[in-house]
Structure formats: structure tokens, C-alpha cells
């Protein structure tokens, strides 16, 4: 299984991106995928994360309203856009997959069981 993410980089504060996470040697049909992010000195937090199967998802209140999540299956690949993005939004971001079968979407990093590299986001003030 490989994880590739993309789309980071550098935007002014109230900018938008969208990062990419691209899945190969698995199929999302009934798993889950979640997006962390990893500030310098912070440890990684959970900020959104969806079920393949029924696309449920979830967010960390800091970026509700501000972030979406999504998925194009014949790709298999999901998306976090990010709009209105603040400095506090810095970091590295990676994307993770869920192998269980569970309904909810996972939110802590030892639920998943597969990372991508990550993806650096600077938000300029």
C-alpha cells in the first residue's frame, strides 16, 4: 500500500489549497482516510477523515467551516480543501488510511494503519 500526497505549499493567510492523497495497492471500497497535520514541535493532530463506504465524515473543530473532505473513486484518491487559511494552518500534512472496518471515522493516529510521505503547508500572516 502507498500513500502519495500533494498539493502543499506556500499561501497567504485567507488563501485556499487542495491537497491530494493518492492510494495504489488498495482499494477504499470499505476503509477510511484521514488527514493529520504536524506543526515543528507539535505533535500530529487529526483534522479531517471520511469512510470510503457511505462517506461519512469529520472534522477538527479548528478547520469546521473552513476545510472539506472528499473522494473520487475511479481515482482513488481523496481531497482535503483547505479555504480561509490562517497561519495557525502551518504544517506538514499527511495522509493516512484506515484498514478497519469500523463505521466512524477514526480520528487518532494509532487507528491508521498506512501514512503518506506529507505535504508542507505554509500559510504567510
Known amino acids: 500500500v502507498q500513500l502519495q500526497a500533494s498539493g502543499g505549499g506556500l499561501v497567504q493567510a485567507g488563501g485556499s489549497l487542495r491537497l491530494s492523497c493518492a492510494a495504489s495497492?488498495?482499494?477504499?471500497?470499505?476503509?477510511?482516510m484521514g488527514w493529520f497535520r504536524q506543526a515543528p514541535g507539535k505533535e500530529r493532530e487529526f483534522v479531517a477523515g471520511?469512510?470510503?463506504?457511505?462517506?461519512?465524515?469529520s472534522f477538527a473543530n479548528s478547520v469546521k467551516g473552513r476545510f472539506t473532505i472528499s473522494r473520487d473513486k475511479a481515482k482513488n484518491t481523496v481531497y482535503l480543501q483547505m479555504n480561509s487559511l490562517e497561519p495557525e494552518d502551518t504544517a506538514v500534512y499527511y495522509c493516512?488510511?484506515?484498514?478497519?472496518?469500523?463505521?466512524?471515522?477514526?480520528?487518532?493516529?494509532?487507528?491508521?494503519?498506512?501514512w503518506g510521505q506529507g505535504t508542507e503547508v505554509t500559510v504567510s500572516s
Open positions: 493516512g488510511a484506515d484498514l478497519s472496518l469500523r463505521s466512524a471515522v477514526a480520528s487518532m493516529t494509532y487507528e491508521y494503519n498506512y
Open positions: 495497492g488498495i482499494t477504499f471500497s470499505w476503509y477510511g
Open positions: 471520511m469512510r470510503w463506504s457511505g462517506g461519512s465524515t
